[in-house]
């Protein structure tokens, strides 16, 4: 089995910084895309940031100068640090990984989420 295991959700005043963290474990082969994605409440989820597997990234027009994707591809662990959030950041964000098993099954993965949430 796999699992992705996000971290890092809080409660946070706007204008604050988070770091997400995406930890994935299991039958693990390699791993190529990783991205996060965010959805808020009544909205659909939508694509914040993604990685290659040889660090290429890819950011929303909303989060772009703001957030950073990295990961760790020893540690099978991705990030997202977000800086100079802002109300609308809110919502439950989630981890995606495109990777191969040691079955060498290949397809996408989530996590469960965690909450962000950005008030005064």
């Known amino acids: 089995q796999v699992q992705l295991v996000e971290s890092g959700g809080d409660l946070v005043q706007p204008g604050g910084s988070l770091r997400l963290s995406c930890a994935a474990s299991g039958s693990i082969f390699s791993i190529y895309f990783m991205a996060w994605y965010r959805q808020a409440p009544g909205k659909q989820r939508e694509l914040v940031a993604a990685i290659s597997s040889g660090g290429s990234t890819n950011y929303a027009d909303s989060v772009k100068g703001r957030f950073t994707i990295s990961r760790d591809n020893a540690k099978n662990t991705m990030y997202l640090q977000m800086n100079s959030l802002k109300p609308e950041d809110t919502g439950g964000y989630y981890c995606?990984?495109?990777?191969?098993?040691?079955?060498?099954?290949?397809?996408?993965?989530w996590g469960q989420g965690t909450q962000v949430t950005v008030s005064s």
């Open positions: 995606n990984a495109d990777l191969v098993t040691t079955l060498r099954e290949r397809r996408w993965y």
